[in-house]
């Protein structure tokens, strides 16, 4: 089924959407919020900008944007896939408890804020380009991997990791010049490191063509927490 977007509101939209089969192609997004909200059983496709929060609460749709999206995309979403074919905004996967959220290309400030994970319910970010400030801050789980394919001097912004105490990051760099808080370490990632994110890297290539034997040709770092107690070297003296 198709929607045309050009004109309606995200109520609208979304209102066909659950009306309609299981497969729908959305044209003429203009900035619409809220598209997929806490859907499930649905594949959409997106052409133009979606606005911010797209698949907000996201249960088991997967929604793949052809283009650029706004902020907030993947908002404490529980399940699902989201694709992106350009860039995003700030915020994306905020507080994200399942599901995966593919970006080819860069991604804003503050990705990953609160990402979290329980038993089997592990949230992935993956991000083509480079992401911006306070990527992964307060991360209490997940894996967030970032693979700085856009050209960009640095591969993230200021301030990563910060308040970060559970999940998993992974930078395709060796982050020479990059400055992690003291509550965090970061090493070379090893043969099994690469082997835990070989899926999320595959499925990677496979949506964006990209040739995983020059992806992979490349060093990795892994960021992870060392204390449970991060916020305490923040906030309060030593």
Sequence with gaps: MEVQASGLGYRDINDSIRKSGKKILVKGCLGQRFIGAGMSGRSISIEGIPGNALGAYLNGADITVYGNAQDAVGDTMNDGKIVVHGNIGDCAGYAMRG??????????????????????????????GSAGSFLGEYQAGGVIVVLGLGGSDRIVGNFP?????????????????ISFPGQVTARPATDDDMKDIDKYLTEFCKLFGVDKKELTDSPFTVVTPDSKNPYK??????
């Design 99 to 128: 599901g995966s959220i593919y970006v080819k290309g860069d991604a804003g400030y503050r990705a990953g804020i609160h990402m979290k994970a329980y038993k089997e319910k592990v949230p992935v970010m993956v991000i083509g």
């Design 161 to 177: 990791c910060t308040g970060m105490h559970g999940g998993k990051m992974i930078l395709r760099s060796d982050c020479s010049g």
């Design 233 to 238: 070297r923040l906030y309060v003296p030593n």
